[in-house]
């Protein structure tokens, strides 16, 4: 993406490496990216927005990338992401941003609109709505909630045990399990029975928005920094919630636009488009303006529906 003008550079910030890339002049837009993502996920948003008068600014979270992977697994806390997100900005003297997020990046943006209010303002996400407001209950953890719903093949429970997901993605091979993920388009619970990873006898096709050039990048890029990191944010859950207590009934105080696909698995999660259309979603997030389903459309969505996404991210922070 070089040839597209778009610059890369690591900065040094909460005691570790961050690696960002960017483009473009004006007001800055901070792209935070999912599981099993990059900085790269946000490519075409990059480039639209720059193009629009948009600083866009899109790093590799911790763990990912070309970005640090601390060894601990309590080093993935929210507070840590956030942490670093915030010293990203610090160390680039920027005050405030228009925030976009997608998967765990909506989570990490949920989380670092109820820290930091102060650096945020307006919050375009995508795809997970639910995480951050699910209802705490002090008896139980949410990784129970997740194994009492879908039993322990399902994938936040699988990747609970240090080391034992990681095994299982390197018999199956980053680029089959890439392709997986990426062309998936089951909207029901992401179960991840152990014996699914086993070599493939065939390469399995990319969806039309995914070129070979694009799953080569994201391969090489796996392929050199492993899933640990990545998947030390799910062994974090339960961590976040403890320590997330003392901000628990605490709203979304920053404009916000949801954006989801009816076949994305987030929408499909008991109770969530009761929540989303029902006013639970509107009470927790009081400065809502609007929710968008997109028809026809899965959990990719800022790479299925680039110019979309753009178009709708550019229409929304344009307003402030």
Sequence with gaps: MEEHGITHRTVEVNGISIHVAEKGEGPVVLLVHGFPELWYSWRHQILGLAARGYRALAPDLRGYGDSSAPPSVASYSVFHIVGDLVALLDALAIPQVFLVGHDWGALVAWYMCLFRPDRVKALVNLSVALVPFIPRN??????EYFRSLYGDDYYVCRFQEPGAVEADFDRLGTESLLRMVFASRNPGPLLLPKEAFVPLDRQIPLPDWLSEEDISYFTSKFDESGFTGPVNYYRCLDLNRELGAPWCGVK?????????????????YPGIQDYLHGGGFKEDV???EEV???????HFINQEKAHEITD???????KF
């Excluded at 002090?138 to 990784?143: D, S």
């Design 292 to 298: 968008v389903v997109m028809e026809g459309v899965a």
């Design 138 to 143: 002090p008896a139980g953890k949410l990784v």
């Design 252 to 268: 979304i105080q920053v404009p916000v636009k949801f954006i989801v696909g009816d076949q994305d698995l987030t929408y499909h």
């Design 286 to 288: 009081p400065m809502l």
């Design 312 to 318: 709708h991210i550019y229409h929304f922070i344009r």
